[in-house]
């Protein structure tokens, strides 16, 4: 099946509350994340392009990268996870992935991450075939990776390193996004002197500093607590305003899904069984929205058979 979406996200319906996401080992872009949209969202919901304090452009879905499987097998050579899958993530949609443990979810990540090539079939990147790791594609963890011995604001220096910026001007982004993940108070503290969701928000603030354009996020928010977890679902949609990067989002649970998703893709029995539209992504007020609940029953029945 090959389905596609031209939705792109827009600002939660409710505030950010004080949590945070994991991330893996940093990676390198050239591109930096714009700043903040003033434009918001247009009457379609879909986003604008709005102007950052020194009149740049912002939040522009060419930002984003095309990322594509067709008639693609995934898995190992001895273990094969999903047969004939065919998707497309359009340059600035938030796609989520549910399904049953060991259904592929992860398999699907990695191989879009390039750590894992297919066995067959094509998996591309704006029409491109993907042969390994990039570094505008960032892969996040759910387990801590924080190198205990730099401050926060050094692990989130790392990638902007690695991408050669001078000390100066890392150190200048990376407070930047320590205060955007609202962590400007605890730059200096080592990763063990602050608490687990600190640690998540620091993390994100990692993955995202060097300006990818997808960022691909296994069960990040997987370890957190319910009212944790909610707030970090809120600060990863407000800190991704602007950026217009592509997400893909595996997660076991439903309602995050739903939540977050521009679309949902349905793994199970080998196979991509579904993608379905999101009615009101990203909007607390549509949990009880008859199309919302709908969708809700529909994916918990895919998930149980």
Do not use: Y
């Not at 031209?6 to 950010?16: I, V």
């Not at 991408?163 to 955007?180: F, I, M, P, S, V």
């Amino acid at each position: 099946m090959s389905t596609s979406s031209d939705t792109r996200r827009t600002a939660p319906a409710t505030g950010t509350a004080a949590a945070g996401a994991p991330s893996s080992a940093p990676t390198a872009s050239a591109a930096e994340p714009a700043g903040p949209e003033s434009d918001g969202k247009r009457a379609d919901g879909r986003r604008t392009v709005g102007k950052g304090a020194d009149g740049t452009a912002t939040g522009s879905p060419a930002r984003g990268t095309r990322l594509t499987l067709r008639a693609a097998a995934l898995g190992r050579p001895d273990a094969a996870a999903l047969a004939d899958v065919d998707l497309d993530v359009p340059p600035g949609e938030i796609l989520t992935v549910v399904g049953p443990s060991g259904c592929g979810k992860s398999t699907l990540l990695r191989t879009f991450a390039g750590l894992l090539p297919a066995l067959g079939g094509a998996v591309e990147q704006d029409g491109l075939p993907i042969g390994g790791p990039a570094a505008d594609r960032a892969l996040v963890f759910q387990e801590d990776a924080l190198l205990p011995w730099r401050t926060l604001l050094a692990n989130v220096e790392l990638p902007l390193a690695i991408q050669g910026l001078r000390r100066a001007e890392r150190r200048r982004k990376a407070a930047d996004w320590l205060e955007r993940v609202g962590l400007a108070d605890r730059a200096r503290q080592l990763p063990h002197r602050v608490s687990g969701g600190q640690r998540q928000r620091a993390q994100l603030a990692r993955a995202l500093a060097a300006g990818p354009r997808a960022v691909l996020m296994d069960e990040p928010f997987g370890a957190l607590d319910a009212q944790t977890r909610a707030g970090m679902q809120d600060l990863l949609v407000e800190v991704l305003q602007g950026t217009g990067a592509t997400v893909v989002f595996v997660t076991h649970d439903v309602d995050e899904a739903l939540f977050l998703g521009d679309r949902v893709a349905l793994l199970g029995a080998g196979r991509l069984v579904a993608v379905r539209d999101v009615p009101r992504p990203r909007d607390r007020a549509a949990h009880d929205d008859p199309a919302r609940a709908a969708l809700r029953r529909d994916v918990l029945t895919s998930l149980s058979t």
